[in-house]
């Protein structure tokens, strides 16, 4: 049978296999109708599509002027609509990291401004064309059907986020939301450490992804929490490019069809509808590792120092790590990747110190960031012109890499057990990706395994060994030693599913086999991808391997019921009277009287969203909780929230607004706040907004 007539027939089983898969979970908690979330998508696409609409034009937009900035400093086309988009992504990360400390500091983060400075840099195209060398050929010469499937087990995240408008998942609020909600409120990030949730403080925040979905959001003109779920789409899209795009830069043309399939196994491919920072750094590191492997680009030290940095900004993690993997094959190969590596490297890490700066809580005045371009573009451009600098340099990261290695192994070793456990669990973890992985590599040999794969492999490893050793609190960086701990599955399971698609494209494609047999294995294999065969089965939240049927099924289900179950609307989290609330400090906001700074403090009886109306989510206003309940952990790394006890010493310090929830609070709460001083101005049966008096009368007016 000829090569596409054999891949039809793999695209109609996969299609096939699909729905069946859906099917078998019936009775289960993961059980979905797909009448039920039609409706569910139909109920809500009012909201949802032209939000979606709007949000895709205005992605579209940045992407455009991402691209042609990116290609400006290339000095050569893209060879591919794919390779523009994903440099297009770099370029609208940077672009937005301008905008949010200059117009942001400045106050002026308007929709005019922003338009005016993409369009600026979009009407510089005429002086870098042409923009695309080339076709898109990832897909070229896959057939109808094959892509098809790929089609439709990607499509669960766009289906939730039709009937989402809050994006669906709790930790995205306070710190995605509500920073790109605070820039659509007060057009001001006044300094880099502006935090609006009280729970995510500033080692949970990212610049770069503040500042590109702070820039959609005020474009569009969509509340933050409609547009970062509108944002589904594109960054589903841009980061299929990106996995395609890096399996095929590691293996070569062709492969990147089988990476969309295997990367479906992949934790980082269940939360595509989180639209979280995580995932969609995927694609800034795709574009880094590839703009590594590729050589040839005239300004390729720059473009991957630019990358780098774009990558560390939106997510400091998956930034370190990409960083890290570009370390280790200086280290291992440095007459190829020394000279673009090395001055890559410390540009970007230059170019990212107020992300650090951030991270520490150091408040540094937003447009004071900006003043660490000239030093980090010089810095890579002087050693991309000194290969003396840059030999020097990488013998000395290879000493450093080896020593660090041989230390977090070392440390390690102590608690041996604990960590063969751990990993031996990861694995057990990712069943079908690990066989697929180990049975193809048995078959084909050891080409599916590049090195770049293997390092960036094994750095999910050493990431973990390593956070275990770090003192993060000394270091003041809450939380961050659990985020690191989750890299074995947001990070490792890409790299397993670049090395399985390689195999599986090469059993598919070797002589050395029988048709016949070729084809059976990858069936099984496609079957085992899709089909949720597995006892028990797993439960909506489940962290490890997700069969394509399961993440699909998962996503209808909440498309059906809506993703906030046990909240006060299932649909957009807090209810009428708490949106009244919101919207009375909204008007706030509009008489001039509520700044980008002024602190509110909230008292209700527990901190958690379900519960309390989540201010600076939805007001983006800067929000400090006292509640009855509260939580100090790496969950709740924000510093601002507080025990009931602390309510009297709080109303001291002068909080011009006070927002109460009196349901299950003490009966003399209320008169607790009126006596440190305060007047209500607003009330209704969710709550009361006070203010301190003399500041603004009760009607509203200023006195």
Known sequence: MPEPQRLQLLGLVGIASIPLGVQLLAGTTIASSWVGAAQGVAGQLGVTLPAALLVAVMSAFQLAAGAVLVRGLRGAPYPSVVDAALGGLVGAVLIGLVALMLLGGLGWFRPIALAALNGAVIASAWRVRPLVAGRPELGSGIPVLAMGFIGLAWAGSVILQLASPVVP????????????????????????????????????????????????????GQPAALAVSAFILPSTLLVAAGVARLA??????????????????????????????????????????????????????????????????????????????????????????????IPAVVGAVILAIPQALTMVALEVPSALGLLVIPPGIGAAWLLDRSETACRWMAIGLRVVTAVAVIAVVGVSVLDAPRWVSTFADFFLGYPVLTLSVVVTGALVGRRIFPAVAVVAFGMGFLAVLAAAAMPWSELGIEGLDFEVTKTLHYWTPVFMAVMAAAGLRAVWLSPSYGQGLRTVVVLLVLLATT?????????????????????????????????????????????????????????????????????????????????????????????????????????????????????????????????????????????????????????????????????????????
């Open 531 to 703: 089909l949720p065969l597995r006892d028990p089965p797993i439960e909506a939240f489940h962290l490890g391997e997700h069969r394509v049927s399961e993440t699909l099924s998962i996503d209808l289900r909440f498309a059906e019921t809506g993703f906030w179950i046990g909240y006060p609307d299932t649909r957009t989290l807090i209810d009428a009277d708490q949106e009244e609330l919101v919207d009375r400090l909204r008007d706030e906001v509009e008489a001039g009287r509520l700044a980008s700074t002024t602190p509110i403090l909230h008292v209700a009886h527990n901190f958690q969203q379900w519960d309390a109306t989540p201010i600076g989510v939805f007001g983006g206003m800067i929000e400090t909780m006292i509640s009855i309940e509260t939580e100090v952990s790496s969950h709740t790394a924000g510093g601002r929230l507080h025990p009931f006890a602390d309510l009297d010493p709080l109303l001291g310090e002068g909080f011009p607004y006070v927002v109460l929830e009196p349901e299950g609070l003490p009966a003399d709460t209320r008169d607790r706040i009126l006596a440190a001083g305060y007047e209500p101005i607003f009330d209704n049966v969710r709550g009361e907004i006070l203010v301190r008096s003399g500041e603004v009368a009760p009607d509203g007016g200023s006195d």
């Open 248 to 341: 095929s830069g590691i293996h070569g043309l062709g492969v990147g069809w089988w990476m969309l399939l295997a990367f479906t196994l992949s934790e980082s491919f269940a939360r595509l509808a989180d639209a979280r920072a995580t995932v969609i750094a995927l694609a800034l590191s795709a574009f880094c590792l590839v703009t590594l492997l590729e050589p040839g680009e005239r300004a390729r030290s720059m473009l991957l120092a630019l990358g780098l940095a774009a990558t560390l900004f939106f997510h400091p993690l998956i930034g370190v790590l990409t960083a890290a993997v570009i370390g280790v094959m200086v280290a291992l190969q440095p007459d190829r990747y020394a000279r673009p590596g």
């Open 169 to 220: 998942f709790i930790d995205v609020l306070p710190n995605h939301v509500a920073p790109s909600e605070h820039l659509r409120a007060f057009g001001a990030f006044d300094v880099l450490t502006t935090a609006p949730s009280p729970i995510y403080g500033p080692s949970r925040m990212f610049l770069g992804y503040t500042g590109l979905l702070g820039s959609t959001t005020v474009l569009s």
